[in-house]
């Protein structure tokens, strides 16, 4: 192995490709580089800062093993990916990481030259052949292109079905506005419209669909599947072990435990990708798998109503993690373990910390090189019921008590969510009489005050309203240096004066990063003053830009609004000075300002 992990590999595409990023380093160094990215992502976080991070697990093969290849295509022919730093198209005919299968498919549709071809999406499956039981290899190929192009597209997609590779061929229409070169259901035009798959020879068969998930290298998806397994029969040895799989997509993983002879529930909400599951676990004699179409938060929602038990929980979502929602209730399923498996290092940790406030504790976590030779790594992390990370105390006297609120968490008690700050805090330090002196919106991070005795709260309240607060917030688009915002607001039935004056700190990406101190305390005061102004908080569901929210929650991680206590004074009274209370930006909103910074 030693001599593996010196070698290094070369590609008569990368002076242009934008694919390969590492291919120039030695195996060793790609693996350092990505188990480095799971350190620093979890380093920011003060609950996970201790977590032991395993070596990455090495893939083989390193080259050829690409099971999905989506490519774009230009106007002049070329099919591959976009150059680096640029939208221009880098034909690949000699790609060194797709597999031989999807180079052949993509060479004839080269070959075929159809201007009307914006991309395609091409699947390896391995067909188990009855009569034989050996795999052989085929290709599921969906022709992307722009409204007004089905004829031309329908036209090659048919003369492609004579390729001996070729098992079925879709057509997928770009709709106006997509934010993917991919994006809408495919339309099945010829062939067949789900092949048997497999993870590894000899195991069980999912179906692939036009579209459906699919890990890229094959050989690493079963690695992780025997890994969960091995952790799950450790945890539940010589048990009838029942779980959930959340984002089970046509159910390979799913299979591949029922295959082990766990009970499994699998999760998705595209239909036609759990039915090919139900449909491979009937074929195949797996009566202990159930399916239920729905969006996971719902989903859960629900069990957690029915009051309905799983021994363990399974998610594997897509790179922008886990809605805030899905957090708040994975730990009233009252599992034993939470296996957590991620294509991304940062919404990773941002939703471990966030699961560590809720009673979960990450025990194990083994990365895999899923995509050699890129920067890609996926994680699989093992977690455990224990006590609630707690919360950071910033400054404590004899009648104040001052935290780092985390977000996602409200200051108080609140119907749609099952603890608050001022719960954990009055058990973890036994102060029953512990009263918020002013409330942090569920989203809202940073300096968050109490009282210690409820008669000190109104003294404390008044010293406030009488100091300064400061925000940091993320506005969209490029706003002046500095401002003021008077604007009257409504608040409980009346209109009420409101000031606001906010000083541009940085430009990130095409936003910018404000510092906002609003005179008074009105309910949402800065958000409604930001958006007043056509500059509202990124991540703000309410008063903010919907799909402006949607780009940074896929692309840049933030799942929630964009604004941060940073800074309190409390004003001078009686005997006591003023008081100046800080926090520093909360590392969630630190790692979507390090992503835009990245483009």
């Known amino acids: 192995m030693g001599a593996e992990l010196q070698a290094t590999f070369d590609c008569v595409h990368s002076a242009r490709c934008g694919g390969c990023t590492l291919l120039e380093l030695p195996l060793e160094a790609q693996l350092k580089r990505k188990r480095d990215s799971v ?55 000699h790609c060194r990481v797709m597999h031989p299968a999807l180079i052949a498919v993509v060479a004839a549709v080269r070959e075929r030259a159809c201007p009307a071809l914006t991309g395609l999406d091409a699947r390896l499956v391995h067909d188990v052949d009855e009569v034989a039981s050996v795999p052989r290899p085929g290709v599921l190929l969906t022709l992307n292109g722009s409204a007004g192009a089905e004829p031309a597209l329908n036209e090659l997609g048919r003369s492609l079905m004579q390729h001996p590779l070729v098992r079925g061929v879709a057509v997928r229409v770009q709709t106006a506005g997509a934010n993917r070169l991919l994006e809408g259901a495919p339309t099945h035009l010829a062939g067949e ?102 969006e996971a938060e719902e989903v859960v929602r629900d069990i957690v109503a029915q009051r309905e038990r799983f021994d363990a ?88 008590l001052v935290v780092d609120k985390p977000p996602h968490l409200p200051t108080t008690p609140d119907e749609a969510h099952e603890s608050s700050v001022l719960q954990r805090l009055q058990h973890e330090r036994g102060m029953p009489e512990l009263t918020a002196v002013h409330r942090l919106d569920v989203g809202t991070s940073g300096v968050c005050l109490f009282a210690k005795q409820r008669s000190a709260a109104h003294a404390l309240s008044e010293r406030l309203r009488a100091g300064e607060k400061h925000y940091l917030a993320l506005v969209r688009g490029a706003i002046r240096a500095k ?42 005061q800065v958000r409604k003053h930001m958006a007043a102004i056509k500059h509202p908080l990124l991540g703000d569901v309410r008063y903010g830009d919907g799909p402006s929210n949607r780009y940074l929650e896929h692309r840049h991680g933030l799942d929630r609004t964009f604004l941060h206590a940073a800074r309190v004074v409390l004003a001078p009274a009686g005997e006591a000075e003023a008081l100046v209370l800080e926090a520093p930006l909360a590392a969630d909103l630190r790692a979507v300002l390090a992503s835009l910074r990245r483009g």
């Open 483 to 524: 401002g003021i915002v008077r604007a009257a607001l409504r608040e409980q039935g009346k209109t009420r004066p409101a000031v606001s004056r906010y000083t541009r700190v940085g430009r990130e990406g095409s936003h910018s990063l404000v510092r906002v101190r609003p005179e008074q305390g009105r309910t949402h």
């Open 193 to 294: 419209s789900s092949v048997r798959d497999q993870l590894r020879t000899g195991g069980p068969f999912h179906y692939a669909t036009f579209g459906s998930f699919v890990q890229a290298h094959s050989g690493q998806a079963a690695a992780i599947a025997h890994f969960i397994a091995e952790r799950l029969a450790h945890a539940f040895p010589a048990e009838h072990v029942r779980v959930l799989e959340l984002f089970a997509g046509s159910g390979a993983l799913a299979l591949e435990l029922c295959a082990r002879g766990l009970a499994v529930c699998a999760v998705e909400l595209y239909a036609p990708a759990l039915a090919s599951a139900a449909r491979a676990a009937r074929e195949q004699g797996f009566d202990r798998l159930q399916c239920r179409v729905g």
């Open 313 to 400: 929980v399974l998610v594997n979502p897509p790179r922008r993690g886990l809605s805030s929602g899905l957090r708040e209730l994975l730990p009233r399923l009252q599992a034993r373990a939470l296996l957590y498996v991620s294509c991304d290092p940062d919404t990773l940790a941002r939703d471990l910390s966030d699961l560590a406030q809720r009673g979960w504790r990450a025990r194990e976590t083994q990365p895999f090189d899923m995509i050699p030779l890129s920067s890609g790594v996926e994680t699989v992390v093992v977690l455990e019921r224990s006590a609630p990370f707690p919360i950071p105390v910033l400054y404590e006297d004899a009648e104040l």
């Open 39 to 93: 350190c620093a992502a979890f380093a920011a976080y003060d609950a996970l800062k201790a977590l032991s991070v395993e070596p990455v697990a090495p893939a083989t093969p390193m080259l050829g093993y690409r099971t999905r290849a989506k490519l774009v295509a230009s106007e002049t022919g070329a099919i591959g990916l976009f150059e680096r730093a640029s939208h221009d198209v880098c034909d690949i005919p």
